[in-house]
């Protein structure tokens, strides 16, 4: 079971703004950073953001991260074909002394 | 080369045991600390157990704890995972990973290419 709670999918139109919501708790979200993976199609997860809103280097600024309080959302903007991919947000938890993940986002370009 | 490369998976009985190890290459390892996560066919993934840079510290999903034993030897350049009692559920993919330097210990910046563990009769 997931701690932090993902919409299971999410969809847009070549060109779209689409954001992808992650809820956790104060033990997980409120007080360690938040991070974004993406998964492809057959391939192994890539950082996309760390420390809630920065992207690593090669990382297209249309990828943008942001958290408040307990929740954290990533925001894909000008969305393209390749966008299309498996999502997910993790955090470490103090109260768990361990690492959540999300349940993760599929993502369907249209 | 800068690459993290997982080994060690297969079938395996319930109960049995199998130890994984991921080799690390073209980045300094006794300053990272790493990761096991796992994804199961299908599913989504899942967090399994963390090593500080130094091997002071571990930690473990409660799925896993007092089954699982996660170890590092700086002098191979290698992270191992002992896997014992084993069950059907922790068959998956088993990807190692690096926590990004200077970040919060939940950012990885490098995995691996996973390694399949099937655990069944």
């Known amino acids: 079971q997931s701690m932090l709670t993902q919409p299971p999918s999410a969809s847009g139109t070549p060109g779209q703004r689409v954001t992808i919501s992650c809820s956790g708790s104060?033990?997980?979200?409120?007080?360690?950073?938040v991070n974004w993976y993406q998964e492809l199609p057959g391939t192994a997860p890539k950082l996309l953001i760390h420390?809630?809103?920065q992207r690593p280097l090669g990382v297209p600024d249309r990828f943008s991260g942001s958290k408040s309080g307990t929740s954290a959302s990533l925001a894909i903007s000008g969305l393209q074909s390749e966008d299309e991919a498996d999502y997910y947000c993790?955090?470490?938890?103090?109260?768990?002394?361990?690492?959540?993940f999300g349940g993760g986002t599929k993502l369907t370009v249209l | 080369q800068v690459q993290l490369v997982e080994s060690g998976g297969g079938v395996v009985q319930p109960g049995g045991s199998l130890r994984l190890s991921c080799a690390a290459s073209?980045?300094?390892?006794?300053?990272?600390?790493m990761h096991w996560v796992r994804q199961a066919p299908g599913k989504g993934l899942d967090w399994v157990a963390f090593?500080?840079?130094?091997?002071?510290?571990?930690y473990y999903a409660v799925s896993v704890k007092g089954r699982f034993t996660v170890s590092r030897d700086d002098s191979k350049n290698t992270l191992d995972l002992q896997m014992n009692s084993l069950r059907s559920e922790d068959t998956a993919v088993y990807y190692c990973?690096?926590?990004?330097?200077?970040?919060?210990?939940?950012?990885?910046?490098?995995w691996g290419q996973g390694t399949m563990v099937t655990v069944s009769s």
């Open positions: 990973a690096r926590v990004l330097p200077r970040a919060q210990v939940s950012a990885f910046d490098m």
């Open positions: 073209g980045f300094i390892f006794s300053s990272s600390g």
């Open positions: 090593i500080r840079y130094d091997g002071s510290n571990t």
């Open positions: 104060n033990s997980n979200i409120g007080s360690n950073t």
């Open positions: 420390s809630n809103n």
């Open positions: 993790a955090a470490w938890d103090g109260s768990l002394n361990g690492l959540v």
